[in-house]
Every structure is written in structure tokens, then in C-alpha cells.
């Protein structure tokens, strides 16, 4: 099976700046992949490159089993594409831009379109220009999904918009993943975490972890170890702990590869007899700045 979205080693170079460098990404198809990274990682770079509207400096890139730079015409008729700071003829108003496109896409579904419109409460007659921010990411939302694509790219989609907006647009995009991959960048990991299946840190244009969202929530555990007096300092610590740290009677840390019964040996066998262990689930966010933080240490 190929995957909808797929890099070796694309580097894009503007002059000594690397903004995206050997990045080797396979995204799973039916999935809805979430490109994370702080503003700067290169997560727009390298959608512009999947999109070819820039040209790789080296390496590849293939969406849906064409290579990044033969992307152009009826390719983008199982493409839906949408970026933060999408280009609208602002003189047009909503009903005449959707029945422009219409045309252009063979698998258009008109029904589709009038739900979509109805579900986003667009107005038909408003001119483009007259809608706020929100309303003008719903109609290019909409125009990107009406003609039911096999693969929907967002560009940092849901930056600045209300939470009513975002949770509207997530819920569409939840109901297009039963049909297409959904690949979407954001530097805000609150909001995709309630929806993305699975995620990729970019920063400074490398990727430094890609996996499923489910597999990443189960591995990391915040970890609080209680002890009758001052704990013993350990000689050596397994190579998953990160962030160890004491306090009183308390050692706390960060377990990157959990595993209940596996993690309490390792305690004991550190640390000898305990008075008591616990374990705490991590937000997406919590365990980003973790890894952040562990790469910063070691460079």
C-alpha cells in the first residue's frame, strides 16, 4: 500500500539556512497526521515542498505516489489544500466562489457542498472580504472537502480562531478522516491532541520523533518515588529516565518507555526498597517540553 505522504532525506536549503533537513517521514494512510513544532521548525517549508511550491534542494518527497515535484494540475483534484494565510478573491462572495471551482473538480458533490455550508452557517451572498477570519477559513475549508479528496493538507489551520470555530472545523476533519488521510501542521499541541491519530515533532527542521498518538501517551509517565527518609543516590539510572531529580523523602522523573511492571524493577532494583510509587499520565505538551528540554541538555 502507498503511503499518502512519504520523504527521504528532503532537505530544503534557502542559502545557509536549512528550514527543513533530511527529513524521512511516512504518514499511514486513513490517518490524521499532526506535524507539531514551535513557529520556525519548518513545518510550512515542508508542506510547500509536498505541495511543490518549492523545489526540494535534495532528497524526495511523493504525495499519493507522485513525486513532490510533478505535483501540478489534476493531481490537486485528490489534494485538498488549505494554509493559515489562505489567498481568497476577496471581490467574490461565497456561492459564486464555491460554483467557480465547481468545474475543476470532477468529483465535486454539490450535496456535500450544501451541507458543508449549511454546517459551517456560510452565508452565500457575502462578499469574501466582509467575513471574519474564522468564516473565511470555514469557506476554504469547504471548498477544499466538497469534492471529497483522498488526501486534505492544513496549514497551521486552527491558529487564532475561537474555541467554537476550532471545535466545528476538528469535527468536520474527524468525519473527512473515515474517507481521507488528513495531514495538518500546528504549533499549538493542545489542540490537536484531541484529535490528531498520529503525531511528528519537527524542530529546527529535523524531525525528532514520529509515532502514533496512542503509543506516545502510553510510554511517557511522570513518576513519584517516596521514600521512609532521605533517598539513597543512585550509581547508575536506566537510560528512560529523564529529568530525575530529589526533594525531602521524594524522587521525582520522567519514564520514557513505561512499563508498569518493568518500570517498578527498575526502581527497586535503583533505589532498593520504596515506600511508595506513582505513576501519572502526561499531556502532549508536557512530554514535548520533557524532550525539549532532554535534547537541550545533550547538545
Known amino acids: 500500500m502507498t503511503s499518502p505522504i512519504r520523504t527521504e532525506n528532503l532537505t530544503k536549503r534557502f542559502r545557509r539556512v536549512n528550514a527543513v533537513n533530511g527529513l524521512d517521514l511516512e504518514v499511514t494512510e486513513g490517518s490524521i497526521y499532526a506535524l507539531v513544532g514551535p513557529n520556525g521548525a519548518g513545518k510550512t517549508t515542508a508542506i510547500k515542498v509536498l505541495m511543490n511550491i518549492y523545489q526540494p534542494t535534495s532528497g524526495r518527497a511523493e504525495v499519493l505516489g507522485t513525486g513532490s515535484t510533478n505535483v501540478a494540475g489534476r493531481s490537486f483534484c485528490a489534494i485538498g489544500y488549505v494554509s493559515e494565510n489562505q489567498k481568497l478573491p476577496d471581490w467574490m462572495r461565497v456561492n459564486a466562489f464555491l460554483a467557480y471551482l465547481r468545474p475543476f473538480y470532477p468529483t465535486w458533490d454539490l450535496e456535500l457542498e450544501t451541507d458543508l455550508v449549511r454546517r459551517f452557517d456560510l452565508p452565500p451572498d457575502r462578499k469574501l472580504k466582509q467575513l ?146 506513582t505513576f501519572t499520565p502526561m499531556t502532549l505538551r508536557s512530554i514535548f517540553l520533557a524532550m525539549a528540554r532532554s535534547q537541550r541538555t545533550a547538545a
Open 132 to 277: 471574519s477570519r474564522g468564516m473565511r477559513m470555514k469557506v476554504a475549508l469547504a471548498s477544499a472537502l466538497a469534492y471529497r479528496p483522498k488526501l486534505i493538507i492544513l496549514d497551521e489551520p486552527l491558529g487564532g480562531l475561537d474555541p467554537l470555530v476550532r471545535d466545528e472545523l476538528i469535527e468536520v476533519l474527524l468525519e473527512s478522516a473515515a474517507e481521507a488521510t488528513v495531514f495538518v501542521s500546528s504549533h499549538d499541541l493542545a489542540e490537536i491532541e484531541s484529535f490528531a491519530s498520529h503525531v511528528g515533532y519537527l524542530e529546527n527542521g529535523r524531525l525528532r520523533f514520529s509515532e502514533e498518538m496512542a503509543s506516545l501517551a502510553a510510554r511517557f509517565r511522570e513518576v513519584e518515588v517516596t521514600f521512609d527518609g532521605p533517598p539513597p543516590a543512585p550509581t547508575k539510572k536506566p537510560e528512560s529516565w529523564m529529568h530525575v531529580n530529589s526533594g525531602g523523602t521524594v524522587v521525582r522523573f520522567i519514564e520514557s518507555r513505561f512499563d508498569e511492571q518493568r518500570t517498578n524493577a527498575e526502581i527497586r532494583e535503583t533505589f532498593g526498597n520504596v515506600r511508595d510509587t
